[in-house]
């Protein structure tokens, strides 16, 4: 039985500034909706709108040269290509709007909705991104919380429907392209400490998408792109790492996490993430 993916808001990870100093993670246990009471949760990978809300809030600055060039969307031909650039075009709209950048919106926004149709998920996607265009007020909050909530509502769809391999590259390009970002939003190495730090905190949510992907694995271009993924985490695996007790704490209908695995960011690790990053984002960008 291939496995499902619950995404749900009310996860949050807190990221803090110094490598050294504890990460904790909160879980909302109040919302008693029939997704939250779901005892199945098998992966947590959290939206690009998810990440970028604290990416913007960091030391980094911001760099909107480095996104992908949406004309470039109409030159994919195969399905592979256009469900990898749908997510990363997915990375890109998050972080538009994550800076207020909203007035470039609507130019990624009719990619995403060709590619949809391209695919065959238009009958999720399509009615679900629509709507975020009627909706949409112009406002940042407004639409990063369309575009959020979109996420979560429609990916558990594409595996009811069949669009388990699709949703595998989706995934994977959205996630290379958040890397790509945060990379590139980085002032260097030892100058954007605590997005250094969110960059670090990525190897779980590499781990968890290597977790999904793994279900997919008789489609080849899913296998392909999991064998890049294995890639990346062996360079997180060089990373500065220490381990502590992990304590479990109840406050007022919130379960607070904090010790388990800390890792630190290296000159090296952050170096080699970059170009492994840089290489995987040409290859699925590429339009050849």
């Given at each position: 039985m291939r496995k499902s993916l619950y995404l749900f808001a009310g996860l949050t990870l807190l990221v803090?500034?110094?490598?050294?100093?504890?990460?904790?993670?909160?879980?909302?246990?109040?919302?008693?909706?029939?997704?939250?009471?779901?005892?199945?949760?098998?992966?947590?990978i959290p939206s690009p709108s998810e990440q970028f809300a604290l990416i913007s809030k960091m030391d980094g600055q911001k760099n909107f040269g480095i996104m992908h060039d949406p004309n470039l969307a109409d030159k994919y031909g195969t399905s592979a290509q256009k469900a990898l650039n749908f997510g990363v075009y997915t990375a890109d709209v998050a972080y538009l709007t994550s800076y207020n950048e909203t007035?470039?919106?609507?130019?990624y926004f009719g990619k995403l909705e060709k590619l949809g149709n391209d695919i065959g998920v238009a009958q999720v996607f399509g009615k679900e991104l629509g709507e975020l265009a009627k909706k949409w007020d112009g406002n940042a909050d407004s639409l990063f919380r369309?575009?959020?909530?979109?996420?979560?509502?429609t990916f558990q769809r594409l595996i009811e429907i069949d669009k388990g391999n699709e949703l595998s590259l989706m995934l994977v390009g959205g996630w290379v392209e958040s890397m790509y970002l945060m990379i590139g939003t980085s002032k260097g190495y030892g100058k954007s400490p605590k997005l250094e730090q969110a960059i670090a905190d990525q190897k779980l949510v590499a781990e968890n998408l290597m977790e999904f992907l793994v279900s997919y694995q008789d489609n080849e271009d899913v296998a392909s792109y999991t064998s890049a993924i294995s890639g990346i985490l062996d360079i997180y695996n060089t990373m500065d790492c220490s381990s502590s007790e992990t304590k479990v704490e109840n406050a007022n209908g919130k379960l607070n996490f904090s010790g388990g695995e800390q890792c630190k960011m290296t000159e090296k690790c952050f170096n080699d993430l970059k170009a492994r990053i840089s290489e995987l984002r040409n290859k699925i960008t590429a339009t050849n």
């Open positions: 803090y500034a110094c490598g050294g100093e504890e990460q904790k993670q909160t879980v909302d246990t109040t919302d008693t909706t029939e997704q939250t009471q779901q005892t199945a949760i098998d992966f947590n007035n470039k919106y609507l130019t369309l575009s959020d909530e979109t996420y979560n509502k």
